[in-house]
């Protein structure tokens, strides 16, 4: 069984994972802690936005010259696009998890969300520029080469009211307890109000009786109008014998 760095009894949590990723563990580790106590429907909504560039996400450590973020309250911030896409696939991932085991993951949360380095290996310059010793115009790129590091994403879903979870933790969850329940809502006054596409269509099909009633108005007002034409006729008719009978 895989061994998770989640300390705390893990009776009622479902987990997931994704090792040997090539991403930055640092900034991970930021993305990890942006949804860590959120719900899962909060949390995928903050790894979208993050993913598309509209939802920064803080970066508490490992921030110098990072820039100050408006939406963050001042505090600095950026877009790991990479990062939040693999978290993401962890997250749901857990969810499908959770699901095959009989959870609902929609009223669950994320209870572990954590990026640890697993290997690093080191690289070289190529043989041309290496570094060599009195060398001040070939020596510079080998001090600008960086290792090439591997992270694991850990990501774990519970209900929230499972005991190995501290005070603290719970505490965390219950705040976000208040997006499932406007989701929740939301979603119930959409099932209330009637959906456009049938408004339309009740819409069409009271005109479509409508059309029939005013057809046959319109053919029995042509009907009576000659009728009417020939009593007017006749009275014209009738008028002018009176008239000449008068006369004469």
């Not at 049938?198 to 009728?227: C, G, V």
Request: glycine fraction near 6%; aromatic fraction near 6%; charged fraction near 30%.
């Amino acid at each position: 069984m895989t061994k998770y760095s989640f300390n705390r009894d893990t009776e009622g949590i479902i987990f997931a994972s994704l090792k040997d990723v090539n991403a930055s563990f640092k900034d991970l580790s930021a993305v990890c802690a942006a949804i860590r106590y959120k719900s899962y429907l909060e949390a995928v909504d903050i790894l979208d936005g993050a993913a598309a560039g509209t939802r920064a996400i803080e970066f508490k450590r490992h921030n110098k010259g990072m820039g100050h973020r408006h939406e963050l309250g001042g505090r600095k911030g950026r877009w790991p696009v990479k990062c939040s896409e693999l978290v993401r696939k962890v997250v749901v991932n857990a969810a499908a998890n959770a699901r095959n085991k009989d959870y609902e993951p929609d009223l669950m949360y994320v209870v572990h969300a954590s990026a640890n380095k697993t290997q690093t290996w080191g690289r070289m310059p190529p043989k041309g520029p290496r570094s060599v010793p009195g060398n001040h115009t070939m020596g510079f790129q080998s001090s600008r080469m960086s290792n090439l590091e591997h992270a694991r994403i850990e990501i774990g879903l519970a209900k929230g009211t499972e005991p190995g979870l501290s005070e603290n933790m719970k505490s965390a969850i219950k705040s976000s307890q208040r997006y499932v329940d406007k989701v929740s809502k939301s979603a119930k006054t959409k099932m209330a109000q009637p959906k456009k596409k049938d408004a339309a269509k009740a819409e069409k099909k009271a005109e479509a009786q409508k059309q029939p009633a005013k057809a046959s108005a319109n053919d029995k007002a042509k009907e009576e109008k000659p009728q009417a034409n020939a009593a007017r006729q006749a009275a014209e008719a009738k008028n002018a014998e009176d008239a000449s009978k008068n006369g004469v």
